[in-house]
């Protein structure tokens, strides 16, 4: 890790006065289509601290989106990419190949879930992830539709937004959107009408009557799903869901697919989120917390399907670069050294602990309707209190309060209602609580 101290320092206003020039510049010369959740400019950071370019130091409780979770200048991922910077930059694997990338793809079949034979093929973003598996899915099924969920978040390319489920800001003017892709619903508890305890049984059997009925299973090539929703809202189905689907996607020759770009790799106190109902998908999606901050993604799933494709049809000219390979060796050195698992399950025990007795505090839990998430992947939802009407303004009033006294904290949520911690896994259990503490003194600021 760089040697930032690790504690928080308030100097100037937040974004202080270098942030301002520098943002002026940025209005001017960067699209406004690319908005920021904080306009302070960054100088350097590593373990939980974001330093920025006026000497203020920042609690970071977002991790880049849920990306650095060894740090933003872990010491190995810098090592072993620094080392491969200077050997060399890029070859382009379909031209001459290079060992990280097949090392890579070695360490992903042994730390995905299942004991089948498993191949992998690398990519640079998420979003190139999730469209790669559509196509191998497409390409073992000769099927063409493709079933994702209410709340999906799967990301920005043309294919992506279609299977994204939130129209503003993500799709909002950019149509028309990619055919063949079906949205059924998802068990999402804390809304579910007749409760959390009926979530998983009912919205299962909903969402297969509606394949069933509106599709047909048989043209279903994929069924994608994120084992605990990110964008959406840090929605962990109701318990029975995810089993359910699996099970029919295997009953009717259906790839089904885990998106776990962002609550993979340790996020959720498992190397993948969906270990916790011991679901073994055919294909699993990653990206974001693999690589320690450089571009890396993933598709990994059962030898036969991934050599469905026929060679040639996959790649990319950067896909899994040799830089962000040693970064990954890197990254997943450090999960398996620090035991970055058992980390993310203590800062869900403290996070939960603490959020829940503010909540307790309040009046029939005031503004907090919910407190959820698993691991390092934490979030409150909040309402009018006395309802579950979801309140966006205070979430944002509650953001804002944060951003001044030096927390990094970022919002999302369907109803943009929901307030979502994703601290790197390495920040100290001090600078956790200190982080608690301020949103603890920004609830008495709403
Ligand atoms: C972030 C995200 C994506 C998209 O990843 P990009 O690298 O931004 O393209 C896809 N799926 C999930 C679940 C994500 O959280």
């Known amino acids: 890790m760089s040697d930032i101290p690790q504690e928080r320092r308030v100097l100037t206003a937040i974004p202080g006065p270098k942030s301002v020039e520098l943002q002026a510049r940025r209005t001017a010369a960067v699209a406004a289509g690319v908005g920021s959740t904080l306009p302070v400019f960054t100088a350097r950071a590593g373990g939980g601290i974001i330093e920025d370019v006026d000497g203020n130091r920042l609690i970071d409780f977002g991790s880049g989106i849920a990306v650095t979770s060894v ?3 872990a010491e190995a991922v810098v090592r072993r990419a620094s080392a491969q910077l200077a050997d060399f930059t890029h ?18 079949a042994e730390l995905t879930p299942g004991d089948h034979a ?41 294919l992506t937004m279609a299977l994204t489920s939130k129209n503003m800001p993500y799709k909002q003017g950019f149509g028309p959107f990619a055919p063949e892709v079906y949205r059924v ?32 299973a048989e043209n279903v090539a994929a069924i994608i799903i994120e084992p605990v929703l990110g964008e959406g809202g840090f929605i962990e189905p ?20 885990a998106d776990e770009i962002q609550s993979g790799f340790c996020r959720t106190g498992q190397w993948f989120a969906c270990e916790d109902e011991g679901i073994v998908p055919d294909l699993i999606t990653t990206a974001k917390g693999i690589a320690g901050g ?23 000219t950067y896909g899994g670069n040799p830089v962000a390979c040693a970064g990954a060796l890197g990254a997943i050195e450090t999960m398996r050294e620090l035991d970055l ?47 579950k009407d979801p309140d966006a303004a205070a979430t944002a009033a509650l953001a804002k309060a944060c951003h001044a006294e030096g927390l990094l904290v970022l919002t999302c949520g369907t109803y943009g209602n929901v307030l979502r911690f994703l601290p790197p896994l390495v920040i100290g259990e001090d600078l956790l609580n200190e982080g608690l503490d301020i949103i603890e003194r920004a609830f008495a600021t709403l």
């Open 185 to 216: 619903p998802v068990a999402y508890g804390y809304r579910w009408p007749t409760g959390p305890e009926n979530a998983g049984a009912e919205a299962s059997a909903q969402a297969i009557d509606e394949i069933t009925k509106q599709i047909g």
């Open 294 to 316: 450089l571009p890396l993604s993933a598709v990994t799933g059962r030898a036969e399907i991934m050599d469905a494709a026929h060679s040639g049809g996959l790649g990319g």
């Open 341 to 387: 698992n058992a980390r993310a399950r203590r800062i869900e025990e403290v996070m939960k602990g603490r959020l829940e007795e503010m909540r307790a505090k309040l009046p029939n839990g005031g503004v907090i309707g919910d407190v959820r998430g698993r691991g390092a992947m934490i979030a409150i939802e909040l309402v009018k209190p006395g309802t």
């Open 238 to 257: 109701a318990k029975g869901f995810l089993p359910a689907i699996a099970r029919f996607a295997k009953d009717n020759g259906i790839v089904f697919v």
């Open 91 to 108: 070859t382009c694997f379909m031209v001459t190949p290079y060992e990280g990338y097949v090392e890579v793809c070695e360490r992903l």
């Open 118 to 158: 498993k191949k992998s093929a690398l990519f640079n973003s998420g979003a190139e992830a999730v469209e790669n598996a559509v196509k191998i899915a497409r390409a073992y099924t000769k099927r063409t539709a493709v079933v994702v969920f209410d709340h999906g978040y799967h990301g920005r390319t043309n």
């Open 71 to 73: 740090g933003a200048s």
